[in-house]
């Protein structure tokens, strides 16, 4: 029995971690839906330079209820004294941000701004990473970004906490960060080593000197005081990949007991563009690259600058997507920062704004029947009770689509009660269909506190997920 399968967390397949034999499935990667409004933010402030430069976090603040973001502004022509400065916004509904009048920082004419911190004289300094943190309340927000000192390229992190994430403490100031070993593009995330609870994902400078490598991600586990071990490879390109993609920068964050990142390609052709691609990782040590290997959030298509405002580049918040309710489907919504330029071609940030993508929950990907009936049989675990929810949905709302789940023993023996023939058949689109035996969704609860294993027979059909009703929270 597989100890680490904990069926109160939806179970993805962005892994075969929970399968133990499919016949005639394929693993489909889906990709998320850039919404109509896009770009939902625009700059327009003086400070705010000519675009959006790095997404630091966007969260719904559970005090008030409003939704906030953060991102950097980096040498405003009109304001010569800020180097690097991290700006917020904020919004009723996710759609529609406007600029906060803050008293962190006054403008030329004494008018309030929206910057939350100004860096003063800093050298370089990669993107800052917001973290929502409720166990160290009064100061649940975590900043936490990679600097150096002015003038140099020496890279040291840094963490800073706030209670209301307008106004940011040093826990070690300037020039007094940890030296990590990596360089720019550095992005932190929370990980499950108590001890060392941030990880940083960036370029390890000693590994990629050793071998020549173009650009690479690397991680390292830090706490306030210190670091853990050295910068390790994360993921690179490899013998499968163009020559021509470096990997620009990766990120990651948890979710359903696991982790899941994203890595954006710099295609260095002649007009270079950059978009995502999903990695995950079950201990944020080792991560895997999702098969079939394609973009998560590609660029948009068009032509030059006068087309769409993310069609050479995109590029997600460094914080989790936010999980909301549409109608009767729970969605992800992935924020993102695109443009008209990669590195290499036009001005880095040129005319970068905000854009919005939406995803079905647990939506990464979808084990999908199609031509033929096919089964999937789960590695055995321990039903913990509670009702069996399914995220699937029929494919092009196809009458004869449909999915049954057998219970097996551990043995692959089926349970009496809870086999094929007594499973009623589910159809629709949702992310918590009920499976249920004979009209009863509550027969599964015999199981309870046995090792048991799972038997989907499907046609027509695409399986997100599955888990049980009995939540963590």
């Keep these: 029995m597989n100890q680490s399968i904990d069926v109160r967390y939806a179970q993805l397949f962005l892994d075969d971690e929970i399968v133990e034999q499919s016949v005639r499935l394929q693993r489909v990667v889906h990709q998320p839906h850039k919404h109509y409004a896009n770009p939902v933010y625009t700059v327009g402030a003086p400070w705010e330079g000519s675009g959006v430069v790095y997404l630091a976090g966007v969260y719904i603040d559970p005090l008030d209820n409003i939704w906030k973001a953060w991102y950097a502004t980096l040498y405003p022509p009109a304001y010569p004294e800020i180097i690097y400065a991290v700006c917020m916004i904020t919004s009723e509904d996710g759609i529609h ?60 992190g840094y963490i800073l906490r706030s209670a209301d994430g307008v106004h940011w403490e040093w826990e070690n100031k300037m020039p007094n960060g940890l030296l990590h070993g990596m360089g720019d593009r550095c992005t932190a995330m929370k990980g499950p080593n108590a001890e060392y609870p941030y990880v940083l994902i960036s370029r390890g400078l000693e590994d990629m000197e ?26 690179y390109p490899d013998l499968e990949d163009d020559p021509a993609g470096q990997i620009y920068h990766a990120h990651g964050f948890p979710y359903e007991g696991i982790y899941v990142g994203l890595f954006q390609w710099f295609w260095e052709t002649k007009d270079p563009y950059g978009e995502m691609e999903l990695m995950m990782s079950r201990n944020t040590v080792t991560w895997n690259r999702i098969r079939p290997r394609q973009p998560f959030l590609p660029r948009s298509a068009s032509d030059g600058i006068e087309g769409k405002f993310d069609c050479q580049v995109t590029d997600t918040s460094l914080s989790p997507p936010i999980r909301t309710k549409q109608g009767q489907m729970e969605t992800l919504w992935f924020y993102y920062w695109g443009g008209p330029a990669m590195h290499g071609n036009r001005h880095l940030t040129f005319g970068r704004g905000i854009g919005l993508a939406q995803l079905r929950a647990d939506g990464f990907c979808s084990l999908r029947a199609s031509c033929f009936p096919a089964t999937l049989v789960s590695k055995p675990f321990v039903w913990p009770g509670g009702k069996l929810w399914i995220n699937a949905s029929v494919l092009g709302g196809s009458r004869n689509g449909g999915l049954q789940t057998e219970v097996l023993t551990k043995d692959l023996k089926a349970i009496e009660g809870l086999t094929q023939k007594q499973a009623d058949v589910i159809r629709g689109d949702s992310v918590s269909l009920e499976q249920s035996w004979q009209k009863d969704p509550t027969a599964i609860e015999t199981m309870k506190g046995q090792q048991i294993r799972l038997k989907f027979y499907m046609n027509e059909i695409d399986l997100f997920s599955f888990r049980s009703s009995i939540s963590l929270d």
């Design 210 to 235: 050793k071998w020549g490598l173009v650009r690479t991600a690397h991680r390292l586990a830090i706490n306030t005081d210190a670091v853990q071990g050295k910068p390790t490879r994360v993921v």
């Design 97 to 156: 941000w406007e600029r906060p009048e803050l008293d962190v920082y006054l403008g030329h004419n004494g008018e309030r701004t929206n910057i939350v911190l100004d860096l003063g004289q800093v050298g370089g300094t990669g993107a800052a990473s917001i973290l929502y943190e409720p166990e160290n309340s009064p100061k649940p927000w975590t900043l936490i970004i990679s600097s150096c000192a002015y003038g140099t390229w020496e890279y040291k």
